[in-house]
Every structure is written in C-alpha cells, then in structure tokens.
C-alpha cells in the first residue's frame, strides 16, 4: 500500500498550491479519502474529506471556500485545490484513506506547504 503527496512548496499569501495524492496496493474507489495536517506544534487537523464515489465532501470551518476536495478514481489519485493561502496555512500535509467497514486506515509521508512572504 502506498500513498505519495506531491505538489507542496513554497508560496506567497494569496497564492495557490495543488496538492495530490497518488495511491496503489489497495482498491482505491471503495476508500473514502481525506487530507490532513499538521503545523509545528500543534495536533495534526482534517482539512478535507471525500467520499468513496466522490459525492459528498467536508471540509474545516477554517479551510471552507478556498480549498477544493476531489478525486479521479480512474487514476487512483485524490487532489486539494488549495487558494488564497495564508500563513495560518503553513502546515505538512498528509493523504489519509479509510474504509471503516473492513478497518482499514493509511497514510502518506506528507507534504511541505510554506506560505511566506
């Protein structure tokens, strides 16, 4: 099973980043899928969900309106459309999959997001 974050780096308040999120080893469409992060600090947070099929999603108060959830299941991969970031932003962010009814839950490494002028 693997998860790989891409997309992370450096940029400035007000701009925008895509994260994504490439999975194999695992049936990728019946896994509901989140992104998570964590600044230094302070408690890793859910910034974003989607279901299996990609018809509902959730998001933190604190992300809602800039930051965008979805998925390709043909391509096994899920994405954050992420704009007009913020410092407040600055965390490593993680692609997390779960399928509740067989209790199975896996994790990325993580991607660096720095905002700063």
Do not use: H
Not at 78 to 98: F, G, H, I, K, R
Not at 101 to 109: A, I, R, S, V, Y
Request: glycine residues 12%; proline residues 3%.
């Amino acid at each position: 099973v693997q998860l790989v974050e891409s997309g992370g780096g450096l940029v400035q308040p007000g701009g925008s980043l895509r994260l994504s999120c490439a999975a194999s080893g695992f049936i990728f469409s019946s896994y509901d899928m989140s992104w998570y992060r964590q600044a230094p600090g302070k408690e890793r947070e859910l910034v974003a969900a989607i279901t299996s099929a990609g018809g509902k999603t959730n998001y933190a108060d604190s992300v809602k309106g800039r930051f965008t959830i979805s998925r390709d299941n043909a391509k096994n991969t899920v994405y954050l459309q992420m704009n007009s970031l913020n410092p407040e932003d600055t965390a490593l962010y993680y692609c997390n999959a779960v399928k509740l009814l067989w209790g199975n839950e896996f994790w990325g490494q993580g991607t660096q997001v720095t905002v700063s002028s």
